[in-house]
Each structure stands twice: as structure tokens, then as C-alpha cells.
């Protein structure tokens, strides 16, 4: 008996319709499906056709080919066969552990990319240490498991991932979580030099230390008063330092409550500290705020707590320009960047789900690639790497010099160029499609550029991306960074791109949300007795002034309302001490990285209003399926809090 070969499709990319001639087949119920090409056909079993139109991808599909024969033994009954269209195929076999099959992979030339036809319930796989295959971290054999809390992935707007045809990434802070301790520190290092050695300032500059734990994201600089704030959702400042001297509650009300036009807190007056970078730069201008209220003398002639700003947002431009800490950074990689063995499967996950993966990065070619050689190549026995372009792989297209933000604005005219990765050379193209330079007639820089797998450019827009990846509509790009300004909000707010926000710091405050829950349902108690309190002074006040009372009632609620008045004082005072307490346990100076007392934070209304998802680190992607369909929890109101089904 013949074998019977059966045919699946699988892909989640934009389509269009394609007819094709069917005719019955002599030899079974199948039937036999012709393509253009006269040199492909396939078998298909009847109950796979609905009928004769087929949607065929506009970009290279995998099949899956299944040959089924009675005469062939266990475990080489069924021979499946996976491939992308478009050219020449090499053979890998691979045997799956368990699945009594032999599998032989099918993987095309690099342009092309292999899918896995399975459900999302099923397990993708990837290769092992020892050539093997083990499945994804987010479908192991035994079935789901509970994501700790500090890994999930929270969701403010609803995200199918089947709509989503390309995944893209920021690299600084993204992929790559750099050591604050190790990072930080040398930041601030090579910008204190910059001050003292290009800009006047006084040697004993070179003398301070750096507390990489004591500025968080999310605190606003006011450049011309010298103070650090970090204020509610509605812009109400609630806490507030003049250098590191904290300001009392009088002169915080007085400077910024009693106003006529309420203040925007934006530039140019002030400074927004939302990206991780920013900590060093904050850290600096507290202490020259101090230094120069205490030895006026000794900053640069002129220089009142605006121009000092100034100065330190030069001398970290400094830094960044002359290749100061990128050099550092090049030399010990393991020293200042985390390590993540999740971050190789998470990208091979989202390849397999037939998604696009791109890198956009403000780094140059040079400082990337060694960057993600680190995160993303295979350690030698001596832990050694060696750099090469293997991590390109796992991209479709890298722009490395993009400039963000403004890369995201559609107008963006700048060139696009491409990157020959061996030498770092640029090569002229036409928007993206490589041409020959002037005077060379051969065609083999053209080809050269068509032939890569992934293509690496520096500069252009994203109206060249969109290009290069083939994007129809905005809403199939998830854009994955870690500043609220350069990354999301622009990609959100001019693009409508789905965005998700990386926010290291978040894995801890879960956790430790986690751990004093008993102590925040006893601050809410505390809050509701305060209040309960407070109501029956108002009602004895309200009753003594307008209710006529005969003197023995009216001492008696005199009497109540002192012994009500002491008590609410204790009540407040122990709330207040607990407030404290709780608050200083996320950090012990500005509390809760999401909160600013009882209010969300600015930084958690700008995560709310810009980010689709948001979690603690990039490779938790790998922990959900591709296709999973993020939903957002309820929205409550306050009226609805007490009323909540149980």
C-alpha cells in the first residue's frame, strides 16, 4: 500500500486569498491539491479541505508534512517533516523523547522561518544542551504550573497575541538588565569626572561615593528650587527634599499647594527620572544642591541649581559620547550586565510561533553586538565567549542608532543604512533595499544583503520597519522597553503600537506586597476607626452648637467629645506610625514604587495609561504561551469597593 502523506498549514500572518485547482485522487478519498509550481504537490485527506480556496500567507509558511504507512515499524511509522517555503530545504533529524516518532526538521534558507502547527495547549520545543529537544518553559509535560508572583505579567489593556505578527525589543535595560551596583556607580564615577576635568568643578568632587539603593524611578527634579519630589497621580507633590534635607509639610504646601495655575512638573523647569539611567544624575544633583548651599563659594562662578542640573546632564552626555562606559562595559561584560539563560528560549519560542522578532536600539552596532553575544551566546567550559553574529539568529531585522524617540515619529525623514556585520562598514540603501554602490555593476552586494537572515541597519524610521517587516497595521507590533518616555509612551501614543514596560524594580515590591498584606489590612482598619471617630466628633460638634440642650446633656456630650477627641489622636498617631512603617519597608526613603500613600504614584498612572502589560523582566515572556490572550483585571471605582461580590 502506498503511504498516505498529509499536509497541514499553520501560521498566524496577515493572508490572502489563493485559488488552487483540486481533483480527486485515484489512489484514495484524498485529494490532490496542485499548486503554480508544478514541482510541489500534496496529498490532503478530505476532511482537511472546506473547500477549494486556501489562505496562503503573504510571507513564507511552515507545513507539516505527516507519512503514514502500515508498513513502516514503530517508532518510524510516522515521519513528520517541517518546512517553510521558498527554498531548498536541509534535513536535521531530531528524535522527540516519548512521541515514538522520528522528526525531521526542515529548516530553509534563513530568509525563510519554521513554525509549529500545534495548539497552544501543546508544547513548542527547543533544542537542549545535548541536541536534544525539551519543551518551552511555558508548556512543560506534566501540564501548567503557578507563575511566582514576582514573574507574572499584569495586564492594563486586553492583548491578544494572535494578532501579533512582530515582537519587538529594546536592548539597554531590556534585554540587557544592567547591575546598578556595579552600572550605576560607574556612570556616576565617569560623570563626576567630567565635572571636575572638563566643566570646573572643585577637586573634592572626585572624593564622593555613590548609594546606588537611594533614588528610585518615577521622582521629578525641579531644576530651580533644588528639590527632589515624588508626587501622586493627580500631581500633588507628597514627598519632598531640598538636596537630601526633607522638606517640612509648611514649606512643601507652601511651595507647591498654594498656587493659583496648578504646575505641569514638566520640562523645562523640570527633570522626569524614568529610566534606570537616570538614577546616578539624580543622585549627583542632591549632592551639589547640598555642596553648594553649604560652600557657596566653591561651585563654578554663576552656577545656581538649574545651571548645576545642566552641568551634570552634559558631563553624562560626556560619558555616553566619548565611549566611557561602553568601553568599561566591553571589557567585562559579566561585571556590570545580569545574566539570562531564559532570554535564548524566549526568542526561539516566539520564532516558532511564526512571530518576527526586531531589535531597536539607540546603541551603536559595535556596543550591541557585544552586548548580546554576552546575553545570548553558548559559555565555553572556562566560561568564555566568543564573539561572533550566531545571537543574529534570532532577529529579523536590527536597527542599532535609532534614536528614539524620535525614531517613532512617521515624518522621521532620516537614512536608513545598512550594517555589514564583519567589518561595522555602511551600506547605502534605497529604504531599506540594498543597492550597488556607485560604479560597481556587479549585483553582489545586493545579494549578499538578500540572502542574510537577519538584516541589520542603523538609523532610518519606523515607516522603514514597518517596511522591512512587512507590517500592515500598527496594532500587530508589541514593542517590549523599559523607559516610559523613549519607549513606550511614543510607540503608544504616536503609533498605536502595543507596548509592554520592563520594570525591574517590580519583582521586589510584589513580594513585598505579598509579605505585609496583614499590615496593610491593618492600616485600612486603622483608617476606617480614624474616620469613625472623627464622624461622631463632628455630630457631638454639630449637636452642641445648633441643638437646644438642657446643661447636664450638653456636659455630658462635652465630656464624650474630649474623651472621642483623645482617642482619635491615638488613632491617628498609631496609623500615621504604621503608615510609616509600611511605607519605609519598599524604601526607606520615598516608600512604594507605585504608590504615593493611598494614591497610585505618577510613574504607576503613566505605566497604567501607556503600558499594555507590564512585569519585571523581559524573559517572563517566556513563562505564557505565544498565543495567550492577556486580560486586564476589573476596574473599581470607590463607590463599587464595598459592594464587591464575594
Known amino acids: ?84 517555503t521558498g527554498f531548498p530545504a536541509k534535513l536535521k533529524a531530531i528524535h522527540a523523547a516519548g512521541a515514538n516518532q522520528l522528526h525531521s526538521h526542515c529548516s530553509m534558507d534563513h530568509s525563510a522561518r519554521t513554525m509549529l502547527g500545534d495548539q497552544a495547549s501543546q508544547s513548542h520545543f527547543m533544542e537542549d544542551s545535548n541536541g536534544g529537544e525539551k519543551p518551552h518553559v511555558w508548556s512543560p509535560p506534566e501540564g501548567g504550573y503557578k507563575i511566582d508572583i514576582g514573574k507574572q505579567i499584569f495586564c492594563n489593556r486586553s ?105 505641569s512638573f514638566d520640562e523645562p523647569d523640570y527633570a522626569l527620572i524614568d529610566t534606570l539611567f537616570s538614577l546616578a544624575e539624580a543622585y549627583l544633583f542632591a549632592q551639589l544642591v547640598d555642596f553648594r548651599d553649604d560652600n557657596p563659594g566653591k561651585v563654578p562662578e554663576g552656577a545656581d541649581y538649574s545651571r548645576m542640573y545642566k552641568d551634570v546632564w552634559a558631563a553624562v552626555d560626556l560619558c555616553h559620547r566619548d565611549g566611557t562606559l561602553k568601553q568599561m562595559v566591553a571589557k567585562d561584560p559579566k561585571r556590570y550586565i545580569n545574566e539570562d539563560t531564559s ?111 537577519c538584516r541589520v541597519f542603523q538609523g532610518g524610521s519606523v515607516g522603514h520597519l514597518h517596511k522591512l517587516l512587512s507590517i500592515e497595521s500598527s496594532s500587530q507590533v508589541l514593542y517590549v522597553g523599559d523607559h516610559i518616555y523613549g519607549d513606550i509612551l511614543r510607540s503608544k501614543k504616536v503609533l498605536g503600537w502595543r507596548t509592554m514596560l520592563v520594570v525591574p524594580e517590580l519583582e521586589r515590591e510584589v513580594e513585598l506586597l505579598w509579605e505585609l498584606r496583614d499590615m496593610r489590612k491593618q492600616l485600612r482598619l486603622l483608617r476606617n476607626e480614624r474616620d469613625l471617630v472623627e464622624d461622631q466628633i463632628h455630630h457631638l460638634k454639630w449637636s452642641l452648637k445648633f441643638e437646644i440642650l438642657c446643661d447636664d446633656e450638653k456636659q455630658k456630650m462635652t465630656s464624650t467629645m474630649g474623651e472621642l477627641e483623645s482617642k482619635r489622636d491615638q488613632v491617628r498617631l498609631a496609623h500615621q506610625r504604621a503608615q510609616r512603617e509600611c511605607h ?58 464595598h459592594i464587591l461580590p464575594s
Open 159 to 263: 492583548l491578544n497575541m494572535r494578532n501579533i505578527v512582530a515582537v519587538g525589543f529594546d536592548m539597554d535595560y531590556t534585554l540587557a538588565q544592567y547591575k546598578p551596583q556595579t552600572f550605576e556607580s560607574l556612570a556616576y564615577e565617569g560623570t563626576i569626572r567630567k565635572l571636575v576635568y572638563d566643566l570646573g568643578y572643585p577637586k573634592e568632587l572626585l572624593e564622593w561615593t555613590f548609594d546606588w539603593k537611594y533614588m528610585v524611578r518615577g521622582l521629578v527634579l525641579d531644576k530651580k528650587r533644588g528639590n527632589i519630589l515624588k508626587m501622586d497621580r493627580h500631581k500633588y507633590v507628597k514627598v519632598a527634599y531640598h538636596g537630601f534635607r526633607e522638606l517640612s509639610k509648611e514649606d512643601k504646601v507652601g511651595t507647591y499647594g498654594n498656587t493659583f495655575i496648578r504646575d
Open 343 to 453: 532570554i535564548v528560549p524566549m526568542l526561539k519560542m516566539l520564532r516558532d510561533s511564526g512571530r518576527s522578532p526586531f531589535l531597536v536600539t539607540n546603541s551603536l552596532w559595535d556596543y550591541t553586538n557585544i552586548v548580546m553575544n554576552f546575553l545570548c551566546a553558548s559559555r565555553t567550559l572556562d566560561g568564555g565567549i566568543t564573539c561572533n553574529f550566531d545571537w543574529l539568529q534570532y532577529f529579523d531585522v536590527v536597527i542599532t542608532g535609532s534614536a528614539k524617540p524620535g525614531f517613532f515619529h512617521e515624518d522621521n525623514r532620516a537614512n536608513i543604512f545598512e550594517v555589514e556585520p564583519e567589518s561595522g562598514m555602511l551600506l547605502n540603501t534605497d529604504n531599506g533595499t540594498p543597492m550597488p554602490q556607485v560604479g560597481n555593476t556587479s549585483p553582489e552586494v545586493l545579494l549578499k544583503g538578500l540572502n542574510k537572515s
Open 584 to 641: 519605609q519597608k519598599f524604601h526607606k526613603i520615598w516608600g512604594q514604587l507605585m504608590k504615593t500613600g493611598y494614591q497610585n504614584s505618577r510613574f504607576a498612572h503613566q505605566v497604567e495609561r501607556f503600558a499594555c502589560l507590564y512585569t519585571s523582566q523581559v524573559s517572563n515572556l517566556s513563562l505564557y504561551s505565544p498565543d495567550k490572550y492577556y486580560r486586564p483585571s476589573e476596574d473599581f471605582m470607590p463607590h463599587e469597593f
Open 1 to 84: 500500500m502506498s503511504p498516505l502523506l498529509v499536509v497541514s498549514v499553520a501560521t498566524s500572518l496577515p493572508t490572502r486569498n489563493s485559488t488552487f485547482p483540486i481533483f480527486p485522487s485515484l489512489e484514495s478519498d484524498s485529494l490532490l491539491l496542485s499548486f503554480p509550481n508544478p514541482l510541489i504537490f500534496f496529498a490532503l485527506t478530505s476532511r482537511c479541505l472546506f473547500n477549494s480556496t486556501m489562505r496562503i500567507p503573504k510571507k513564507p509558511v511552515a507545513f507539516c508534512l505527516s507519512l503514514f504507512s502500515p508498513d513502516f515499524p514503530a517508532p518510524f511509522s510516522s515521519r513528520i517533516l517541517r518546512f517553510s
